[in-house]
């Protein structure tokens, strides 16, 4: 019983999210809940850093054929413990942003609330007719350290992933 109330008790999902238009960038609001399996925070206090995908995509449907991707971005955040210092580095790899933080809990919060960071786009492009925006969140595997890649492809406490939260475009 006790496996299962742990399985249950992580995975990542994004809350909310959306997309607002400015002349040359959309500006991504969202919250991400993150929570860790005992295996990945295991590694991360053993100092194994991190990798989190933010992935935001403007989607038209299509009949006959998946959907197809208009526009799409996808943003990197790395965590790392530093067990030394005892504090939890926080680094947005796109904007080259870093915070530090005491406890765990402090560092994932901060993780998952994203406000207005800027996504650029062609000054005039537009997104298609009926189209719709997605963003989930993932664990990046392909970023580990190479020993902990293979293992971490088959188990399950390792693939972390938000299902998509959708909503559709106004333009």
């Given at each position: 019983m006790?496996?299962?109330?742990?399985?249950e008790d992580?995975?990542?999902e994004?809350?909310?999210?959306r997309?607002?238009?400015h002349?040359?960038?959309?500006?991504?609001t969202?919250?991400?809940?993150?929570?860790?399996?005992?295996?990945?925070?295991d590694?991360?206090?053993?100092?194994?850093?991190?990798?989190?995908?933010?992935?935001?995509?403007?989607?038209?449907?299509?009949?006959w054929?998946?959907?197809?991707i208009a526009?799409r971005?996808?943003?990197?955040?790395?965590?790392?413990?530093?067990?030394?210092?005892?504090?939890y580095?926080?680094?947005?790899?796109?904007n080259d942003?870093?915070?530090?933080?005491?406890?765990?809990?402090?560092?994932?919060?901060?993780?998952?609330?994203?406000?207005?960071i800027?996504?650029?786009v062609?000054?005039?492009?537009?997104?298609?007719?009926?189209?719709y925006?997605e963003v989930?969140?993932?664990?990046?595997?392909?970023?580990l350290?190479?020993a902990l890649r293979?293992?971490?492809?088959?188990s399950?406490?390792?693939r972390l992933r938000?299902p998509?939260?959708?909503?559709?475009?106004s333009?």
């Amino acid at each position: 019983m006790g496996a299962l109330l742990a399985a249950e008790d992580y995975g990542f999902e994004v809350r909310q999210a959306r997309l607002l238009r400015h002349s040359d960038a959309f500006a991504l609001t969202a919250r991400i809940d993150y929570r860790f399996s005992p295996a990945v925070i295991d590694a991360l206090e053993a100092g194994v850093p991190l990798t989190l995908t933010v992935k935001t995509r403007i989607r038209q449907p299509r009949f006959w054929w998946w959907d197809s991707i208009a526009w799409r971005r996808d943003l990197d955040f790395r965590i790392q413990y530093y067990p030394l210092a005892k504090v939890y580095r926080v680094i947005d790899e796109s904007n080259d942003f870093q915070r530090s933080f005491a406890q765990l809990n402090a560092a994932l919060e901060a993780l998952g609330d994203l406000q207005q960071i800027a996504l650029p786009v062609a000054e005039n492009w537009r997104p298609p007719r009926s189209s719709y925006a997605e963003v989930m969140a993932k664990l990046n595997l392909e970023r580990l350290p190479w020993a902990l890649r293979v293992p971490a492809y088959f188990s399950r406490e390792w693939r972390l992933r938000s299902p998509p939260y959708r909503w559709p475009l106004s333009d």
